[in-house]
């Protein structure tokens, strides 16, 4: 059974930096990608970054380019989100998710794309 167990969120003012945590369990093998979604209220979730595991590929949405970078420690199955120059616009709630495969051979993070999913931590950034 597999478990993504997300950590780091909290409250930061504009231009702050947060470093979210995903510790991975279970059959995690058999990821090929792993990302980073958010969801602000009344909003749809968003992929905010995603990872090749095997060759380190990363791939990022707009907003969050130059801002936010994607990382994993294989050694304690653990995936990061370093986010810097933290701008109100960022608060949602921010899910850590893994696939199985990639699908078009990018692990850019499309909601559809991927299978498991942890619950969530809060990152709330204030002006």
């Known amino acids: 059974q597999v478990q993504l167990v997300e950590s780091g969120g909290g409250s930061v003012q504009a231009g702050g930096s947060l470093r979210l945590s995903c510790a991975a369990s279970?059959?995690?093998?058999?990821?090929?990608?792993m990302g980073w979604f958010r969801q602000a209220p009344g909003k749809e979730r968003e992929g905010v970054a995603g990872i090749y595991l095997a060759g380190g590929s990363t791939y990022y949405a707009d907003s969050v380019k130059g801002r936010f970078t994607i990382s994993q420690d294989n050694a304690k199955n653990t995936l990061y989100l370093q986010m810097d120059s933290l701008k109100p616009e960022d608060t949602a709630m921010y899910y850590c998710?893994?696939?199985?495969?990639?699908?078009?051979?990018?692990?850019?993070?499309?909601?559809?794309?991927?299978?498991?999913w942890g619950q969530g931590t809060q990152v709330t950034v204030s002006s």
């Open positions: 279970g059959y995690i093998l058999s990821f090929t990608c």
């Open positions: 998710a893994a696939a199985r495969w990639s699908v078009g051979g990018t692990c850019y993070p499309r909601e559809k794309n991927y299978n498991y």
